[in-house]
Every structure is written in C-alpha cells, then in structure tokens.
C-alpha cells in the first residue's frame, strides 16, 4: 500500500490491514477500527488494490502444476509480493 495511504494510521493498524484478502474485510476492518477512508483510499480499494501493483498475476503451483491466480499484498511498504493459494491442492506460496 503506498505510504500517503496509510498517514493517520497505527502499527497494530497497518498489521492488521496487511491480513485482510478482499476490499470487503478491509472496509470492514476500518468499521472496526473507527477509521473513515478518504476518498483516495476508497478507490485504491475498489479498484482492487493500492499501488503500481495492484493487478493479480497467474503462476503455476510448485506442487501440482496448475495455473493459479495470485494477489498482491504488502506486509509493510514496499515488500510487495504475491500471494497464492491453489485451489486444487492447497498449497500456499508466495513470490516477488
């Protein structure tokens, strides 16, 4: 997520946004939180991520080969990697 998203937001904040997988749990989590989203931080989420790498790449599984769809996530600012989950035989990885 890029920083100026982030300004006005705790480290126990940010740790818990970093685990959210869908624009759902991370609007909810504001909710929880008692934070308001501006309106830039409500369009990164609706458009499906923040920052240059908010698309999803598709990758092979390791264990078994088939094509996965992978989503971009960063734990902390700037270590952005993608995440996967094969839904064939659940494995789970994640790459740069």
């Known amino acids: 997520m890029r920083k100026e998203l982030l300004k006005g937001l705790t480290a126990e904040q940010i740790e818990k946004a970093s685990h959210c997988h869908s624009e759902a749990e991370l609007i909810a989590l504001a909710k929880e939180e008692g934070v308001e989203l501006t309106s830039e931080q409500l369009a990164a989420v609706a458009g499906g991520g923040c920052g240059p790498h908010a698309e999803s790449r598709t990758a ?27 839904k064939h035989c659940g494995f789970e990885w994640f790459e740069k």
């Open 60 to 86: 092979a599984c390791p264990r078994c080969n088939e094509q996965v769809q992978g989503e971009f996530i960063e734990t902390t600012p700037g270590d952005g990697k993608y995440h996967f989950i094969c």
